[in-house]
Each structure stands twice: as structure tokens, then as C-alpha cells.
């Protein structure tokens, strides 16, 4: 094999000095999930591993590395909202995932606003500019090729309401800089921020630009 290029086998160790497999897939957009338990004790937390996965009906999904609040939550009410994390709210968010007790409310460790939705009854965060209500559809625990289960859990939930602050929508067009996402590197402590100087266009073969 070529002395240019690392290779290793997962199941041996990767050999260097941090794990790269989470900086190559990446940067990850962040799960900022809100939940409650069936007593209503609120829940804030984001994932590293989330994305959107379906357009009709929308479904996102973001899986929980090992058995977390977010998930018993989710088991127990099928619902969940997800909150746009961007660069102002960075700290908050870095807050929310402090390894607290189920009885320990992150909205007021991050100092966050908890908000009523409108068909779910778990509250979004009221600072954040986008929030995704949404309902369960398939909750799924990961395994290996063995077939040997593993302790992580894809929750996958369908997009009933969306809420987006109007100041995003240019002539009509969610303006995805504006928001300052931050997204999620490989790195300990690696994030970055999306601003529009990381914007190109590129049309589908075939498409018809608009």
C-alpha cells in the first residue's frame, strides 16, 4: 500500500492522535433537541450526529451514542422539537450538553427561553431563529455488520411545524448564512461558523436555474 495514505481498520484502532473518522464527516449540522419526560421535566441537548434525510414529508433524525435523557424523553411522549444552533448562541448551546442529572431544566442552566409550540407540546428555544416541531416516526437501535447490536439509538421524527424568524427570508428565500449556523468539526472542541464568503453555485445537470 501506497506510504501516501493512512489506512487502518476501525475495529483495531485508528493509530493517531484523535479519532478522524468525525472531521472527515464533517462539519455536522448540530441536533439541538428539546424534549420533556411525561412528568413535563424539560430536556435540551444537541447531538453531533444529525441531518434531514426525507423531503415528503420532511423527516430529520439524530442519533444518541449511548442511552441520554433526550432519548427516555423521546420514548415516552414521541415528540421533540430541534432549534437552529448559531453562532450567537453558541455558548448556550455548549452549556445544554453539560452531563446534568434528568431533573436539571438546560433551558435555565443556558439561560434559555423555553417557548410553546404550536402542535407539539414540547417548547422550542425561544432564541433561536429556526425550530423543527416534530413527531416520532421510528426509533431504531444501531448495529454492526455482525448483526450484534450496539448502544446508540437513531431517532427519526417527521417535520409537523416550522418555524423560521422572517428577517431569514430574502425575497422569499431562506437566507442559510444570515442564521450563522455552527457547525460541528472532527476536533475536541472543532466547530465552525458558515458565513456567505463559503457560498458557490452549482447547478444539477440538466436543471434549470431559477
Known amino acids: 500500500m501506497s506510504d501516501d495514505i493512512h489506512f487502518y481498520e476501525p475495529a483495531n484502532g485508528h493509530g493517531l492522535p484523535h479519532d478522524p473518522f468525525n ?25 453531533s450526529f444529525f441531518n434531514a434525510f426525507n423531503y415528503i414529508p420532511p423527516i430529520i433524525g439524530f442519533s444518541s451514542v449511548g442511552r441520554k435523557d433526550s432519548l427516555n ?29 434528568p431533573e436539571v431544566n438546560e433551558f435555565e442552566l443556558s439561560g434559555l427561553t423555553p417557548v410553546a409550540s404550536k402542535i407539539v407540546g414540547v417548547p422550542r428555544v425561544g432564541e433561536s431563529p429556526v425550530s423543527f416541531e416534530c413527531k416520532v416516526t421510528q426509533i431504531i437501535q444501531l448495529q454492526r455488520a455482525d448483526k450484534a447490536l450496539v448502544p446508540s439509538w437513531l431517532v427519526l421524527g417527521e417535520v409537523v411545524a416550522v418555524h423560521i ?46
Not at 430541534?82 to 452531563?99: D, F, G, I, V
Open 23 to 47: 472531521a472527515i464527516v464533517g462539519p455536522r449540522p448540530i441536533g439541538w433537541i428539546s424534549s420533556h419526560d411525561s412528568e413535563g421535566r424539560l430536556n435540551l441537548a444537541p447531538y
Open 73 to 101: 424523553n423521546i420514548e415516552q411522549t414521541g415528540e421533540f422539537v430541534w432549534n437552529l444552533a448559531t453562532r450567537p448562541l453558541a455558548e448556550q448551546m455548549n452549556q445544554s450538553c453539560a452531563a446534568v442529572s
Open 165 to 210: 424568524a422572517k428577517w431569514l427570508l430574502k425575497d422569499g428565500v431562506y437566507d442559510t448564512a444570515a442564521a450563522e449556523p455552527i457547525l460541528r468539526g472532527g476536533g475536541p472542541a472543532d466547530y465552525f461558523q458558515l458565513g456567505p464568503e463559503a457560498l458557490f453555485k452549482m447547478y444539477r445537470p440538466g436543471a434549470t436555474p431559477r
